[in-house]
Each structure stands twice: as C-alpha cells, then as structure tokens.
C-alpha cells in the first residue's frame, strides 16, 4: 500500500444513500405495543424495530391520519 494518496485530483460526490440513512430517536412506548410487535416480529422472521419502522413508514407514505374520539 502507499505510503500517500493524493486525493485532491479526485472529484467529490455526495452520497446518494444518505436519505436512506436512518436517524435513532428515543420513543416511549407502552409494553403491550412493544410485545405485540415482538410477536409479529418472530412470525415474520423481521426485528421488531423494522417492523415498527415498516409500519410508521407506511402510515407516512399513505399520510394516514388517526382517527380517535375520546371517551367523555
């Protein structure tokens, strides 16, 4: 290997797969939510942290909005 590379001739690109990257957040959620994505996480044979992420993901794309009424 050399001892020196000259990388100033190169020309410089940025990143294409830099908007794939994702971004660790910290998030509270209850232990029900978390033990049924565990569940469907081992059928599927996926992580539960991909699934939730799949799963946001979708709900982003489609712009889903929640639908909810309280009770009074």
Known sequence: MRDHYNFSEMEG???PF???LKQPVTI???RDTVTYF???SEEM???YQS???LYLRDCA???RKLKMKWAS
Request: aromatic letters at 4%; proline letters at 5%.
């Open 45 to 47: 044979g996926i992580p």
């Open 51 to 53: 699934l939730i992420n």
């Open 13 to 15: 690109r940025k990143n």
């Open 28 to 30: 509270r959620i209850d």
């Open 61 to 63: 794309i489609q712009e």
């Open 38 to 40: 565990k569940a469907m």
């Open 18 to 20: 830099t908007k794939y």
